[in-house]
């Protein structure tokens, strides 16, 4: 049966946009559909003495489970050079499931939806892109209710080419 998952792209080393393009491509190996969302530069969050982030959101039809979706989202971070240091610390690659059709888990490494989501412009502005009105499965507002309850930040997302 397939499912929807969202997830999370993030990356500041080396040409983050290549590094979102590659993993968007390793998808497809367990993808049936991939829909994704515009490309952003954003500011760092946490720790800030660190380049800009490139984010983007992708809808994937996938026949795995969120655990084994997990892995291989893991696999793919690994394979693309990344290196887990500190929190919010510089990346060349992250994936986050955000979603996972309309369940909720809380069996560690796998936690959905993200905690967190709610709370970050760089999660729900491309998230809002790709499903305006899928809603949240605990809080039940929409992605672009949740988007609009966040304060003003303009000056912290741009958008900008998938090259």
């Known amino acids: 049966m397939l499912s929807e998952a969202y997830i999370g792209l993030g990356s500041n080393l080396g040409d983050s946009a290549g590094n979102l393009h590659a993993a968007v491509d390793m998808m497809r190996e367990f993808a049936v559909d991939i829909r994704q969302s515009p490309m952003y530069r954003t500011a760092p969050q946490g720790f800030s003495n660190q380049p800009p982030f490139y984010n983007a959101v992708c809808c994937v039809a996938t026949v795995l489970t969120p655990y084994e979706l997990m892995d291989r989202l893991l696999q793919i971070e690994s394979e693309l050079g990344r290196h887990r240091t500190f929190r919010n610390a510089p990346r060349f690659l992250d994936l986050d499931i955000l979603l996972f059709g309309p369940r909720v888990l809380n069996t560690p490494p796998v936690i959905l939806p993200h905690p967190g989501m ?43 080419e998938w090259r």
Do not use: C, W, Y
């Open 118 to 160: 709610s709370e970050r412009l760089f999660v729900l502005k491309p998230l809002a892109d790709i499903a305006p009105h899928l809603k949240h499965p605990v809080n039940g507002l929409t992605i672009a209710e949740m988007l609009r309850s966040l304060p003003a930040q303009s000056d912290a997302i741009e958008q900008v």
